[in-house]
DNA sequence: CTGTTAGCGCTTTCAT
DNA sequence: ATGAAAGCGCTAACAG
């Protein structure tokens, strides 16, 4: 089948290119009847306008770019889910990109992204330590930013986050509550936004009970294998902890893995909290303690507002938008003798 | 930071415009100098060639679609991420729409994409009952198409699946072999490719065993409620099963929920085996036993032909690729005084 | 109300 | 080896 352009509907209609495009875009200096006959011819042959055409002409493609981590990671399908949905209502596009958490390619794909390929970036930090320079330079040439969940807090731009700290906090808090008394942390990467203020909100929990001497920080990294030695060893430790407080859904899977393989039973020896989007929290053995995020919501947001200021032209407001996470108590965080937690 | 462009550079070092596009796709008809002053000067400047204007002469965007149901299925956003790996690879970008299973929405989407936004299509089908016409439309407007696990029988162009019999059957004769007497197939859509395969290899495996009277088929279509009231039914109806195969994750996951509220225990009362790409099948209460499909694999097997073609800019080849999917017996559908299933 | 014209930033003949 | 010029498909002054 042909292609077929403006110059096509023009030619098939004897009026002239700017007629056709005015009336497409429903231009009031256009009659009404001619309007009608552009309108069907173009419904009629399936014409669509080449959107990089117009971009050009424009300067917008109605592309955005979403940087993650990785897709695979439950949190941020969600959020993609998120940022989609908004997108197709709004007639945006998506791009996606996965660091998989390296620096390098985190920079590579922003220095790619110069290039007006995209109007706007949604963006979650890579975990690997980072100079910022590539986010930098990208907010410098007038790039419209948004950050969503691990944040750059040097860049001044719309900011999505949840209450990282108040969950650390409400997490560590519960464990104790349900009878654990030394709480150990794993985090992910501690330069990392999240990472600090989760370790933050457990450090504070642990003070207001005087239990800041028993707090144990474990540095697991991103990587599955390295993770669960580190879990382990934790475990083999002269002090192994009766309470372990994840700061991500994959810190939370290598626990369990740990015990399983090593036959720890949680909670009987070791209570776990972990943040996660598991659909499966409620069916694992035992049903996982979550702190879950509203990833879709952030995701949303996210969107929602980049599309905002893209629509009026106006620069991304320097803001921070904070969701909260709930605890969801269930199995693996369940204490005895207490009664308090459900087990669901 | 003011953009920067072919003419800037051009202005700059007092050659052509010309001279500098060509300077920078290494043409053979420029003096190595003067490339290399033309380099030197667009990296210091970060230069980025505008890659809209480029296409708009080239009529070729490097940016292809992905359509699928939904990203935040495990199945799906492992795909999505062998597609990212081997476009990031290969220079291309990643936009992605979702379905949501309605015909209409992958309809409307591939209207939309029928402008020249993408260069190709990678596409697994809404479970929505459909005619073809969008697709149909698409693949007469000569826009490259391949499909993955959910494919159209009605056109020919590359279609990457598994070996969805040989799976549907192995699940089914797993199933007996521990055991089980009465074999439910629990149904997603059977309009669908992979649903209508799956369900011929389990009647296969129950024919052979002369057990074909003892067929049921149990229609549960995408919505978690719907799916668990027909399991539902199923359990309570005069001569419930005590097997169940599921033909997708979400109808694995239904059934475990819908078990876990009535008590049901699996394996004892019921075994169960499903799709599955769930990081968590081994952590499950029991181990849920899993088809698992190379998602990843399947992703970029169908980012891989894509390309192909694209950069020999040769048409689509009619052909299927078949991948094996592998049987991961677990606990729950372990029978007993046979211990031959190993329970992880 | 409609048409003419000049680009958006880049590639690509075709001259020089 | 370099440059001038046309044009990809569309939009937006500006004229008429």
Not at 29 to 53: C, D, G
Not at 71 to 88: K, R, Y
Not at 164 to 186: I, P
Not at 287 to 313: D, N
């Amino acid at each position: 089948m042909a292609k077929v352009d403006l110059k096509t509907l023009a030619r098939e209609l004897g009026v002239s290119v700017s007629t056709v495009s005015k009336a497409l875009q429903d231009s009031h200096e256009i009659s009404a009847e001619t309007k009608a006959r552009v309108m069907e011819l173009a419904q009629q042959l399936h014409y669509q306008p080449n959107p990089y055409a117009s971009s050009l002409r424009r300067q917008q493609t109605r592309n955005i770019a979403v940087i993650v981590p990785e897709v695979i990671n439950h949190f941020f399908s969600l959020a993609i889910d998120g940022i989609e949905s908004v997108a197709q209502a709004s007639h945006y596009h998506v791009l996606i990109y996965q660091t998989h958490d390296s620096r390098a390619k985190e920079a590579s794909i922003c220095q790619h992204l110069q290039s007006g390929r995209t109007d706007g970036i949604i963006i979650s930090l890579a975990a690997e330590p980072q100079d910022f320079t590539h986010l930098l330079q990208m907010h410098e040439r007038g790039i419209p930013l948004v950050f969503f969940d691990r944040v750059c807090p040097l860049i001044d731009t719309a900011r999505i986050t949840t209450d990282d700290f108040a969950s650390g906090f409400n997490a560590t808090a519960h464990l104790l509550q349900q009878g654990a008394k030394r709480v150990a942390y794993l985090s992910l990467a501690p330069h990392l936004s999240i990472d600090r203020q989760r370790q933050e909100g457990y450090l504070e929990a642990l003070r207001q009970q005087n239990l800041t001497a028993l707090a144990q920080v474990v540095y697991c990294g991103t990587h599955e294998t390295e993770a669960q030695q580190a879990i382990g060893q934790l475990l083999h430790s002269p002090h192994p902890p009766d309470g372990i407080f994840a700061s991500v859904e994959k810190l939370a899977l290598a626990t369990y893995a740990v015990c399983q393989a090593q036959g720890w039973q949680i909670p009987q020896r070791l209570k776990v909290v972990g943040f996660a989007n598991l659909p499966t929290a409620h069916l694992l053995n035992p049903p996982l303690s979550t702190v879950v995020q509203p990833a879709f919501a952030m995701g949303q947001q996210a969107a929602q507002t980049l599309f905002t200021c893209l629509k009026t032209r106006r620069p991304i407001p320097a803001q921070n938008v904070t969701l909260s996470a709930v605890l969801e108590p269930r199995g693996s965080s369940q204490g005895f003798g207490l009664g308090k937690t459900t087990g669901r």
